[in-house]
């Protein structure tokens, strides 16, 4: 753990530093670190404190979350395809955010804009684990994200579109690649209770994925509770990527390359991968948000695109690899 | 010899033009919407657009109710029989380009970029329409409230434009000479947008306008509004004298736009006073 975990902790650390640096605002970066605990620089310490703060902080915290939902998902389906962007949770999550937001439940409850996204969430991971049934084999998998990812986004766009707000419409975009552009200190209180909740519980499976290994039988005689397993994940997941995705939109791919990248490194082994992908991930998002700013400073570039080009010839790897298996 | 034809042209477009414009007009966006409302004989108007009584985007809610309204689509606006259809350069070229093989005049109209383009507006109206002695008598009109107005000086207070999306507005803009014709510097100009353009909040933070004017939210709130409520845009209005809002009069080149500019040069009065005070 600590051989893996101190490098990527420094990393994490390293970025989100540099990530305070970045902006528009053509500052340099040791005026801006010292605007942040000084008064004295005027709007300065606005734009650090408001803007480019919960900016990197929810790089930090989503990533994170995204990154170990992932490693989750993907210990216990035992299919490195598994993650919440492609298998529609994350979708599911952006419908469930959009219904609050349209029907003013967002605005009417403090908590009420990540509950429904939790609740979306809740329901795109039950359907995916009730369709792929409990082997996870790939097809299925697959199939059955293809098809919930689909119907999220087509009401998705349908509430967006039936919406009197002329524009509502442009949101689209938003809620299918994501965004972390003008968040503020609110949306930080508002992701922090369910990524941390969603971590712990996600991070309570460490033994049980390690066990299901062996297979579910071996599991089963080594004492883990297959349905309470299950039932964790479950919620945990949806936690974590409800909260994500009610602040930040639905990323994708976070949860697919970071635990791809890190397996070899921490021997194949579940319960080490958690925490390592969720390290990982907090280094990817925070890698993707700081190029958004690079590339196009003025534009807005949305996050999912950055994440979905770099993931996107990986899952084509990934299925190239396990093709055999799908034939 | 040559010139014959010319003339005679001239001369049959001159008969007709005088007594006969087009004597049923359907228009099909919202900004043509208003300029036909305030210049069409009556009768000659057939139908707006249905924006057109929408009071957050329309300065002539009021007036659209009097005239069936329309959805700019071509089957509905074929079915009104129009002898002559106005859109907007925004309006589908696939309903526009299917009124015109089904042998219906349409007229496009641009969007005026500036307080100029709003007096060509009404010239082109008045062609249009064959009201050219109404629009004369709104232009002469708009032309002397318009003198009445503008006093920008140097020391000006510096004002932001900024709606849903971030998106700001430069000097290139209806938007943006209404901000100078208030007597208000635009930051947006500092900034280097001409036209309008997305703005980076950290930019607006950074420039420290005197001014914030920003758009109420629609009702049924959208995640696209959500940068006006964002702690900083807050923080900025606060600052700035009462709540500076875009509305209706700030959309279309037409007078209303003068009692836009009327309206916000009140609030560079007070604003100035307020600092001069301190």
């Not at chain 1, 994490?12 to 530093?17: E, G, N, Q, S, T």
């Not at chain 1, 890698?287 to 590339?295: E, M, P, T, W």
């Not at chain 2, 109206?125 to 318009?146: C, F, H, I, N, P």
């Amino acid at each position: 753990m600590t051989r893996l975990g101190l490098p990527l902790s420094a990393v994490v650390l390293a970025l989100f530093l540099l990530s305070l640096t970045v902006g528009p605002a053509d500052v340099g970066a040791g005026d801006s670190l010292a605007a942040l605990f000084d008064d004295g620089y005027g709007p300065l310490t606005l734009v650090m404190r408001e803007i480019r703060l919960p900016r990197a902080l929810l790089a930090v915290i989503i990533g994170g979350g995204l990154g170990l939902a992932g490693a989750a998902m993907q210990g216990y389906l035992r299919n490195p395809l598994a993650e919440p962007g492609l298998i529609g949770v994350s979708s599911s999550a952006a419908l469930g955010a959009v219904l609050a937001i349209n029907t003013g439940v967002a605005a009417s409850l403090t908590l009420g804009l990540p509950l429904a996204a939790l609740a979306g969430a809740l329901a795109g991971v039950f359907l995916v684990m009730a369709l792929a049934g409990p082997q996870g084999g790939s097809l299925t998998l697959i199939l059955a994200g293809i098809a919930i990812s689909a119907m999220a986004a087509a009401l998705t766009s349908l509430v967006l579109n039936l919406s009197p707000n002329p524009f509502a419409a442009n949101e689209i975009v938003f809620w299918m690649m994501g965004s972390l552009a003008d968040r503020s200190m609110l949306h930080v209180w508002l992701v922090l209770p369910f990524a941390l909740t969603g971590a712990a519980v996600l991070l309570t499976l460490a033994r049980g994925l390690d066990a299901l290994t062996l297979g579910e039988d071996a599991a089963q005689t080594m004492g883990v509770n297959l349905n309470r397993l299950r039932l964790l994940l479950v919620v945990g997941t949806a936690s974590v990527v409800g909260g994500a995705t009610a602040v930040a939109g639905a990323i994708g791919f976070i949860g697919l390359v970071v635990p791809h990248i890190l397996r070899p490194l921490v021997g194949g082994q579940p319960s080490r991968l958690l925490w390592a992908s969720a390290l990982g991930g907090a280094i990817m998002l925070q890698l993707a948000d700081i190029a958004v700013r690079l590339i196009l400073p003025a534009r807005d570039l949305k996050l999912g695109v950055v994440t979905a080009l770099v993931g996107a010839p990986l899952f084509l790897h990934l299925i190239y690899k396990t093709r055999k298996g799908l034939a | 010899m040559r010139r014959l034809p010319g003339i005679a042209l001239a001369l049959l477009w001159a008969a007709t033009g005088a007594f006969a414009g087009p004597s049923r007009v359907v228009t099909m966006n919202l900004c043509a919407d208003q300029l036909a409302m305030m210049l069409a004989a009556p009768g000659q108007l057939a139908s707006v657009s249905y924006i057109a009584r929408d009071t957050r985007a329309s300065a002539m809610a009021k007036e659209a109710l009097a005239y069936p309204v329309n959805h700019g689509l071509a089957e509905e606006i074929y079915l009104l029989k129009p002898d002559l259809v106005i859109a907007g350069a925004y309006s589908t070229p696939a309903t526009t380009g299917m009124l015109r093989r089904l042998g219906v005049a349409v007229v496009v109209f641009q969007p005026a970029l500036s307080l100029q383009d709003v007096r060509a507006r009404i010239l082109q109206m008045g062609q249009v329409l064959g009201r050219k002695d109404a629009a004369q008598v709104l232009l002469a009109e708009y032309d002397q409230r318009l003198a009445a107005l503008q006093d920008a000086g140097p020391e000006a207070p510096r004002a932001a434009l900024y709606a849903a999306n971030g998106f700001t507005s430069g000097s290139m803009t209806l938007a943006g000479q209404i901000l100078r014709a208030a007597g208000l510097r635009n930051i947006a100009d500092e900034l280097g947008y001409a036209r309008s353009g997305h703005m980076p909040l950290e930019l607006l933070a950074m420039s420290a306008p005197d001014l914030l004017i920003g758009t109420s939210p629609y009702p049924r709130a959208s995640r696209s509004e959500d940068n006006l409520a964002h702690p900083v845009v807050r923080q900025l209005a606060a600052r700035s004298s009462a709540g500076q809002i875009r509305d209706a009069d700030w959309v279309c080149g037409t007078p209303h736009v003068l009692r836009a500019v009327e309206t916000l040069a009140e609030e560079r009065r007070r604003f100035v006073e307020k600092e001069g005070s301190q």
